[in-house]
């Protein structure tokens, strides 16, 4: 029994290293079956943990130098991150499984395999590889779409992770080494190393400044691959600080500015996926403000809004996946209508827009949970934005989205419904999204009490998400949005939707990389054609004719002086030294001109 | 739900002819013809949201509110009108023209 489960990261990763080697139809079927197993695995792992009543399990530990890796820490929190990323691998991998192209498929297997890593990792050095592992995992998922401008997101995702990484790196180092435990546990700001990984976790987490990798790399990924971006590296981000900084006041203020900001880019936005990635970020910023308010009602919410966030996020990352497999296109400009050929993907696209709000779909059971501690630990404020942030994600998720996909005017585009793989994935997510979020019923995926039941903490008083004031309390605010948008759009006072590229942070380091490479080519490369002309074309050059001449001119003068003494004629003379100037030049002096020359520097050389 | 939609009075000829596709297409029809229905709907749904607030004055119900402005009639409603009014304008009015550029501007 000790040998079984396994480290659920490490079947995925190991596993994905046979995908090249299988063809057809077996790759189609290893892909499912290889995260299949891996989710049976964490089933057995969490059953066994479960029967086995303790609050924490340490399995899996390796020593390296002076450290104990642990590649499985299992508590409730972990095996919940756990749980819903291995369930959305396997669905991942059946929206897929049309493309049979080994880099999404083996950046997808690894993706998950790390997050799982850094899930159920017990220490930061084994949290910090499989940390970096994620980062190239997304590389090849962003690469997988295989068109210039993918190809230029993944190197800024890289680069600009690959820095966060270094960061957090520092940060682990110094704090290791001040503090000698290398745990993942909570990290007391006295310690030096603290604000590095704090800085570190923040650029995955997509915090205000450090976020715009996120819209950027989201909207020109893979169709498949984004749906593993979306759910992997921002949640293990959250994981991490819920882990690291839980309860840290700092936090609720960054997830206020991530709740309330992207709504306005994503309000202006024509791409669907960029308006859907600047959407994460807001969802993000509720679990960020959870960690942040720190208590267990709070810390719940964080855990049950990552799971339901996680599988309705990707739905509708799916249902965009599936109209631009379908169409190339993902533009609101250049979509609208699409219901009327593509009506199963829309009904499943809906759902995946209900479940970021409605009753009786995931997120109305997890999120308010997190509304909720704000309001309880008096944190006005924070409550507030919440709100707003609720209300406009509403919209604009629930509304702007399917609208100018499948409704709004008719683009004309007439194409068929999408592949049967693709609506079955998206078909599991729906009915997951609305089965988790049932009341009454407490079975496996059914019911939010199985949801609440896997929670990494016991309430003092149980949290009661189905009662009138708050489904009534949340109806009217949706249904108030709805109104305003409706309102707007029939005054014609909407934000047109228009071909442009909107500005973000990543203008900083696009321009800046850019205005950097200009002013080298311009002022750098401008020293080194000075210096070409006055020194290595100018003085050395004149330098070097200079100690090639002057040998033949001492031999010259030497030589002149004896025809002048043979009483050679002045025109003679003059053939003669000409004669002695091109033999010097084709290396062909005669003999005695030579031991000339030689006696004459032995001459100088001796009055030296 | 421009002019455009509400003169699309059938079905246009689509890719796909199974019948759950046309039955889609022609509701979906139905509901050009005259946008306003889902307006009116909206909005008789909104007043019936409001008038279920209204039983919070009675006693018996309890908003379990933790500020006392939550205990105003629809006030939820009135905040989440004013919040995505308030995305639509700020968006439109302010953030637009300070971030919009060409298409290729990165290029």
């Known amino acids: 029994m000790n040998s079984l489960p396994l480290p659920p990261g490490l079947i995925l990763i190991l596993g994905a290293l046979l995908i090249p080697f299988l063809r057809g139809w077996a790759k189609s079927a290893y892909v499912v079956i290889l995260p ?20 924490e399990v340490v399995r899996w530990t390796f020593q390296f130098m002076d450290f104990e890796l642990v590649f499985g820490r299992l508590d409730k929190f972990s095996l919940l991150f756990g749980h819903i990323f291995s369930l959305l691998a396997v669905v991942a991998f059946i929206f897929i499984l049309h493309t049979r192209d080994d880099l999404e498929y083996i950046s997808g297997m690894v ?60 940060g682990i180092i110094v704090h290791v080494v001040q503090t000698g435990s290398a745990e993942v546990a909570e990290i007391s700001w006295e310690s030096p190393g603290a604000w590095l990984i704090f800085l570190g976790f923040g650029v995955n987490c997509a915090w205000p400044l450090l976020h715009a990798w996120l819209p950027d790399a989201y909207s020109k990924a893979g169709i498949g691959g984004v749906v593993f971006m979306a759910t992997f590296t921002t949640k293990t981000a959250v994981y991490t600080l819920a882990r690291t900084f839980p309860g840290e006041e700092k936090l609720i203020w960054i997830g206020v500015a991530m709740v309330i900001l992207p709504l306005f880019w994503a309000m202006i936005e024509n791409d669907l996926r960029k308006t859907l990635a600047y959407c994460l970020i807001n969802q993000v910023g509720f679990m960020v403000v959870g960690v942040g308010i720190g208590t267990d009602l709070a810390l719940n919410g964080t855990g049950a809004h990552a799971y339901c966030h996680i599988l309705y996020k990707a739905l509708l990352f799916m249902s965009i996946g599936a109209v631009m497999y379908r169409t190339g296109k993902s533009k609101a400009t250049e979509l609208g209508g699409l219901c009327r050929s593509m009506p199963l993907t829309c009904l499943l696209c809906c759902i995946g827009a209900a479940a970021s709000s409605f009753p009786f779909f995931g997120s109305f059971v997890a999120k308010s949970m997190i509304v909720s501690a704000a309001a309880e630990s008096h944190h006005t404020i924070a409550w507030l934005a919440l709100l707003f942030g609720a209300a406009g994600v509403f919209h604009l998720v629930g509304l702007k989205i399917p609208y100018f996909a499948f409704f709004s005017r008719d683009s004309g585009i007439r194409v068929k419904e999408a592949p049967t793989n693709m609506l079955v994935a998206m078909g599991i997510i729906a009915v997951l999204c609305f089965t988790i979020a049932l009341p009454v019923v407490n079975l496996p995926w059914m019911g939010y009490r199985y949801l609440y039941g896997m929670l990494p903490f016991e309430l003092e008083h149980a949290y009661e998400p189905y009662t009138f004031a708050h ?23 909407y934000p047109a939707e228009a071909r442009a590229e909107n500005l973000d942070f990543d203008v900083l380091y696009r321009r800046a990389g850019l205005a950097t490479l200009r002013f080298l080519d311009r002022r750098l490369n401008a020293i080194n054609a000075t210096v070409k002309r006055w020194v290595v074309d100018g003085a050395v050059a004149k330098l070097s004719r200079q100690c090639a001449a002057g040998p033949v001119w001492l031999v010259a003068q030497a030589m002149k002086s004896v025809w002048e003494a043979q009483r050679l004629d002045a025109e003679t003379v003059a053939l003669k030294e000409a004669d002695l100037y091109r033999r010097a030049k084709e290396g062909a002096v005669p003999i005695g001109a030579s031991a000339l020359l030689a006696a004459a520097l032995m001459a100088v050389l001796l009055a030296l | ?103 290729d501007y990165y290029e």
């Not at chain 1, 299949?36 to 609050?55: D, K, M, R, Y």
């Not at chain 1, 489904?471 to 006072?493: C, D, E, K, S, W």
Request: glycine share 8%.
């Open chain 1, 36 to 55: 299949a197993v891996g989710f049976l695995n964490l089933i057995c792992l969490t059953s066994s943990f479960a029967a086995g009543g303790e609050a």
């Open chain 1, 111 to 170: 993706y998950a395999g790390s997050a799982l890593g850094v899930v159920f990792a017990g220490d930061l050095i084994t949290l910090f590889v499989f940390w970096e592992m994620l980062t190239l995992c997304a590389v090849g998922c962003a690469l997988a779409r295989r068109t210039a401008e993918a190809r230029g997101a993944a190197f800024r995702y890289l680069v600009f992770h690959v820095a966060g990484g270094v960061i957090l790196m520092a």
């Open chain 2, 1 to 103: 739900m421009t002019d455009e939609d509400s003169k699309q009075t059938e079905a246009p000829a689509l890719g796909d002819e199974r019948p759950y596709v046309r039955a889609a297409a022609r509701m979906w029809s139905r509901v050009c013809v005259d946008p306003m229905r889902v307006v009116r709907g909206l909005i008789y749904a909104c007043a019936f949201l409001v008038a279920l607030d209204f039983l919070f004055l009675l006693p018996g119900f309890d908003k379990h509110a933790h500020h006392a402005w939550e205990n105003g009639i629809g006030f939820y409603g009135v905040y989440g009108f004013v919040s995505c009014s308030l995305v639509f304008f700020m968006a439109k009015r302010f953030v637009r023209p300070a971030v919009k550029r060409d298409e």
């Open chain 1, 471 to 493: 489904i009534n309390a949340q109806m009217l605010l949706l249904a108030f949005a709805a109104l305003a948008f409706v309102l707007t759009l029939l005054a014609g006072r």
